[in-house]
């Protein structure tokens, strides 16, 4: 309509450039996709090394676009995060996460679904009761990736926040681990049971003289911290092995799926590879 027009010309006007015009209108058709349910969540398997079970999923959102066609979550999340709408759309991924895990349950398969909270979520006061309110109402096994980044911002409430959704029972896991800003402060005050090695550290694990060094002293610190450690990215069996070699909890990557839809993943569960 014309606010749409209106905010398509300032960005032109301000930038000159396509690309701000683009993401102007992707912002704008965003908060409409959130209501038409253009979007979709995909599920990506982790393994658990020693037990050879997959033990819970990843929940990626994607965004079937009605002239783009398939948007990626990097092309459209920074965009929900600049504005009000992330507020929505992981409101949104909490409720089909829960309504997908009824339907796991249904077919035998008790999986726990982590989620992927943004950091400006952690001091919204108001997503978080909301949040609270469907995990309890519905007794979902959830858990929430966060980055260290995210609480690096403002770490009193983040850290309160965190503590309100582990004593709820949702597990949280430290996201992108060695990427992005890292604390060791704050690593010891964060309620997470799970870390997970960037796949910056993992996809050339075999292949580099260096990150073989950091992904088994990361470990070894997950560990003394009591926690559970996750390697993402892992595209090979060379790989997998060097991780459980290392002692390496749980795997995650294209080697053991790509991320998938609901129906997809109820049969590469029921496949029984990992029972
Ligand atoms: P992430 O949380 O680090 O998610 C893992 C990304 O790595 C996913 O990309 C996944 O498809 C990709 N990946 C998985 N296995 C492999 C592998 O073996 N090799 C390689 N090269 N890549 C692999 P995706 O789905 O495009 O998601 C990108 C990012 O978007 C996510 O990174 C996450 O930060 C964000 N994101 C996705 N869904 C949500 C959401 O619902 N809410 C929020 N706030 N962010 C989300
Ligand atoms: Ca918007
Ligand atoms: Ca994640
Ligand atoms: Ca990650």
Known sequence: GEARAERVAIARDVTGSPAAMDRAELSL???RAIEREELFLQYQPKVHLRRQQV???EALVRWNHPTRGLVLPNDFIPLAEES????ALTLWTIRRSIADQKVLAEQGHDLRIFINIAGALLADARFVRRACVLVESSGAQLGFEITETSVIRDPDSAIANLQVFADIGIVIAIDDYGAGLSSLAYLKQLPARELKIDKLFVTQLT???RDPLIVRSTIDLAHALE??????GVESQAAMALLSVMGCDMIQGFLISRPINLDALIHFLDDGKYR
């Open 29 to 31: 058709d965003l908060t």
């Open 55 to 57: 033990t819970s999923v």
């Open 84 to 87: 009000e709408d992330i507020v």
């Open 207 to 209: 292949s580099s003289n």
């Open 227 to 232: 926690m559970e450690v996750v390697a993402e």
